[in-house]
């Protein structure tokens, strides 16, 4: 977060793209876009273009990183070298190991992982064009490749970053607002359970804004969730009654 009084990131108390204080970029989920994998999902939110593929579970390899007990969910995120205005240098840096590491962490909370033992978990989460947010974007779309490769889990994990600009508390950082503002909030959400599975804090807030920003990204996203289940429904609708489908569910738990 590169802050600098000299860029405008509001005028008239108004942000520069129009939107409200609490008010989210445009997002669309679709669920099962890629035929080889064994789940997958496609998000655009706002400028982020961002694709995800479940592979597994699947034996892992090497055998030295099997865990006896439960399956390994191994995220991998990656930034297209032509996601960027300055071409990305392809391959992992500092930053993409740190966010493959927590958002492996923050999907591990939801996937019953005990029932794979010895198992991996692949999840590529690939960002074809990037403007902030992408971490959010990635894990919130990974969150729907699980659920299309049908990993049972508790609940999806929606994702999304409230921040700090020209003090004033605002959802869901654009580019400018993410590179030129004071703070940066994003979350890990699981709407269920009303928990966090990933927080993290660039710059800072006072205990109030920092109240507020979560206050605005645990409203948007249950808004996502409902993108995420969306999205789902729309693959998987079905004919089955509400019985029939509890019925399912009892199956699987
Ligand atoms: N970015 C970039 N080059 C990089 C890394 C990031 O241009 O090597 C841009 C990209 O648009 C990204 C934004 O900076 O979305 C903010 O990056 P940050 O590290 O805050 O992660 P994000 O907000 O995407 O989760």
Redesign the pocket.
């Known amino acids: 977060?590169a802050s600098n009084e000299d860029i405008e990131l509001l005028k008239d108390g108004e942000r520069l793209d129009g939107r409200s204080f609490d008010e989210l970029r445009d997002i669309n989920i679709e669920a099962g876009i890629l035929k080889r994998a064994d789940g997958s999902a496609y998000i655009e939110w706002g400028k982020?273009k961002v694709m995800a593929a479940v592979y597994g579970p699947r034996e892992m390899h090497p055998r030295h990183a099997q865990e006896t007990t439960k399956a390994v969910v191994r995220a991998r995120y990656n930034?297209a070298a032509f996601?960027?205005?300055?071409r990305?240098r392809p391959g992992p840096?500092r930053?993409s190991i740190e966010?493959s590491k927590l958002v492996s962490e923050a999907l591990e909370k939801v996937v019953f992982t005990e029932k794979y033992p010895r198992s991996v978990i692949d999840v590529f989460i690939e960002v074809l064009q990037?403007?902030?947010?992408?971490?959010?974007a990635g894990l919130t779309v990974a969150s729907v490749a699980l659920a299309d490769a049908g990993i049972p889990m508790s609940d999806m994990v929606a994702g999304c970053?409230s921040g700090k600009i020209e003090d004033q508390v605002v959802l869901d950082?654009g580019?400018n607002e993410?590179?030129y503002g004071q703070a940066?909030v994003?979350i890990g959400y699981i709407p269920r359970t009303e928990e966090l599975c990933l927080l993290q804090m660039?710059g800072n807030l006072t205990i109030e804004e920092y109240e507020k920003a979560m206050e605005l990204s645990i409203d948007a996203c249950e808004e996502i969730y409902e993108l995420q289940r969306g999205a789902l429904k729309e693959k998987y609708s079905t004919d089955l009654d509400e019985d029939e489908i509890e019925e399912l569910k009892e199956g699987v738990e």
């Not at 996601?83 to 300055?86: G, N, Q």
Request: charged share 35%; aromatic share 0%.
């Open positions: 977060m982020n930034m996601s960027v205005p300055d990305k840096d930053r966010i990037a403007s902030a947010g992408t971490r959010c970053a950082l580019k993410d590179n940066d994003p660039d």
